[in-house]
């Protein structure tokens, strides 16, 4: 990208490089340093394209030179980790926030554009062309894809921490497919959240991602049965919760909510810490965590706060309470698509003995989801629903 200056064309390259691969590793072998190799041979594809294109001699020679700068540079810099590293380069901050994670996502953390549209509640072709205009952008601008010095990191954190978060929850929840759970992206972000918080010891906010993310991930295991099936967080074993996370998320929850108002996360980490140390379902605080979620809403308002601020409110109030909350974000269009709008309705349908009207909403969340287990959960549910007295 460095020596390109445009992601497609740098994207290409290394598809180029992707294809000779498979083309000559099966007859030499496969390389001792692949990932080396790779990108030896994406720059050289960079290069003779720069050398076909070139309209000036001037440009051939700097990307010469930047070549030749680049192979056998040896950065250092406080951020270790090559991805991290990569994550608060693509976070620039000459791109709309929306951009800069988009793109991060897709480019660095290898989310598909599907994916990255169930996050941010939009039309799949609505990301796709939000990534077009940022790959242009950087094109037409010129914008240098560089590692920031030390002290523009900060300001390149809330990106980088969404990225994080926005990993780990597509494997908490996938998308779509056979399984409810992916679990290489759990530990993906996990590792993330970790590493900045290594990084960036004195922000509150890494260690509210961290503190949610272990609360979470400690509750992974028991999220499907061994057949892969869902399993509610009413009907978990909290005996098999990882109770060595759970102290950990704890220990970093006291140091996000130390300032005088607490962010994003350090709020979600604390509704999942109420959960975390409830010793049954009936035994949880549903009346903090839906006070938790009032003020959620005001610091990071969204149709998906809404949503989960229904449930808690139709656990601490009862169903009609937490349905009117449910009932004004209806019409939102960022729900349009999602099955989590009906699902929660028809739950709280069913608990208000309306059950004509919650099978109706169960049968429209189903047409919705896009992972057999939750579309497995949803038959059930609605099979009990439908059944004969």
Known sequence: MRLLGDIAAAEDAVQEAYVEALRTWGGRGVPASPGAWITTRARNRALDRVRREASRPAREQEAVRG????????????????QLRLMFTCCHPALAPAAQVALTLRLVCGLRTAEIARAFLQPEATVAQRLSRAKAKIRTAAIP???????????RLPPVLTCAYLVFTEG??????????????????????????????????????????????????????PTGDLVLLADQDRGAW??????????????????RR????????????????????????????????????AVAPSPVVELNRAVAVGF?????????????????PQLARSHLLPAIRADLLRRLGRTADAAEQYRTARSRVRTAPE???????????????
């Open 67 to 82: 070549s030749a700068l680049d192979a056998d540079l040896v950065e250092v810099h406080p951020v270790p980790d090559d």
């Open 145 to 155: 894809f560089r590692v920031p010095p030390a002290h523009l990191l900060p300001e």
């Open 172 to 225: 908490y929840a996938a998308t779509e497919g056979d399984a409810l759970v992916r679990d290489e992206l759990c530990v993906e972000g996990v590792r993330l959240a970790r590493l900045v918080v290594e990084l960036m010891p004195d922000e509150a906010e890494a260690h509210g991602l961290l503190a949610l993310v272990l609360a979470q991930d400690a509750r992974r295991p028991s999220r499907r049965t």
């Open 242 to 259: 990882d109770q060595a996370r759970i102290d950990e998320s704890l220990e970093h929850l006291g140091r996000a909510l130390r300032p």
């Open 262 to 297: 607490a962010g994003r996360y350090g709020l979600e980490a604390a509704m999942a810490a109420s959960h975390s140390v409830a010793p049954t379902w009936a035994a949880t605080d549903w009346e903090r965590i839906a006070a938790l979620y009032a003020r959620l809403a």
């Open 316 to 332: 601490a109030c009862g169903p009609a309470a937490g349905l009117a909350v449910v009932d004004a974000a209806v019409d939102d």
């Open 375 to 389: 579309r497995a959960f949803l038959d059930r549910r609605l099979a009990e629903l439908t059944a004969e007295p």
